[in-house]
């Protein structure tokens, strides 16, 4: 994690200036999912537009995820986490946001992986 501290130069989709660790759980995140061969399709809090997965590669669920949330507390030694939220790929949808803009009585699974320092 050599040189993997402070700003990125860059902002996520909120205005939230980013972290280097932001854009580094950002790129973790979407590559394990793509290789995972079940993912159709991903939402970041870090990507402007949604992130696809190649035709090969798609499965059948959709994640939408913050990588780092809190990461504006990384320099205070606070607690931060990931948050993601799964749903399934709808059977009927024209565009791929069509699919992403499901209710959350649809969700299949949330969670919050949370990191910290250890006391």
């Known amino acids: 994690f050599v040189h993997r501290y402070g700003l990125a130069g860059s902002s996520n989709t909120t205005g939230d200036d980013q972290k280097k660790l932001d854009v580094l759980a950002n790129e973790l995140f979407i590559n394990m ?7 159709y399709i991903m939402a970041s809090e870090e990507n ?3 992130v ?4 090969p590669k798609q499965g059948k669920y959709i994640v939408c995820f913050d990588p780092l949330d809190g990461s504006s507390n990384i320099d205070c ?7 993601f939220g799964i749903w399934k ?3 009927n949808f ?15 699974c949330a969670g919050y992986a949370v990191y910290g320092s250890a006391c």
């Not at 999912?33 to 993912?39: A, D, E, F, P």
């Not at 696809?52 to 035709?55: K, L, S």
């Not at 024209?94 to 299949?108: C, F, H, M, N, T």
Request: glycine share 6%.
């Open 77 to 83: 030694l606070v607690t931060i986490g990931s948050i």
């Open 94 to 108: 024209k565009e791929p946001i069509d699919a992403v803009l499901q209710s959350g009585e649809y969700i299949r």
């Open 52 to 55: 696809e997965v190649e035709i």
């Open 48 to 50: 402007e537009n949604l």
């Open 33 to 39: 999912l793509k290789s995972s061969y079940t993912v």
């Open 89 to 91: 790929k709808p059977e």
